[in-house]
């Protein structure tokens, strides 16, 4: 079964950028439909950008479209996240995720 090792987050100024890195073990990344997840304290976990293989699905959730990138290296078996321009309001804690597998998340946080 699919398993995640995410890395890349820290902590960044407002407007500062990271990458994140969801490495996936166990099977082949690319025969699944992926997604970025956060969960902000005392939140609700929000999809922040998802695509889906049987279909070409995107979504990229409206408050970071054009700063947010997803993108993948099957090579790899790599998902990644490039976030620009980020705001106190990305902090959290940051989820990869296909097939109902998880990882175990990297927490982001953006502050002076």
């Known amino acids: 079964q699919l398993q995640f090792v995410e890395s890349g987050g820290g902590l960044v100024q407002p407007g500062g950028s990271l990458r994140l890195s969801c490495t996936a073990s166990g099977d082949t990344l690319g025969h699944y439909g992926i997604g970025w997840f956060r969960q902000a304290p005392g939140k609700e976990r929000e999809g922040v950008s998802c695509a889906s293989v049987s279909d070409g699905y995107t979504y990229t959730r409206p408050s970071v479209k054009g700063r947010f990138t997803m993108d993948r290296d099957n090579a790899k078996n790599t998902v990644y996240l490039q976030m620009n321009s980020l705001k106190p309001e990305d902090t959290g804690v940051y989820y990869c995720?296909?097939?109902?597998?998880w990882g175990q998340g990297t927490q982001v946080t953006v502050s002076d």
């Open positions: 995720a296909s097939g109902g597998h």
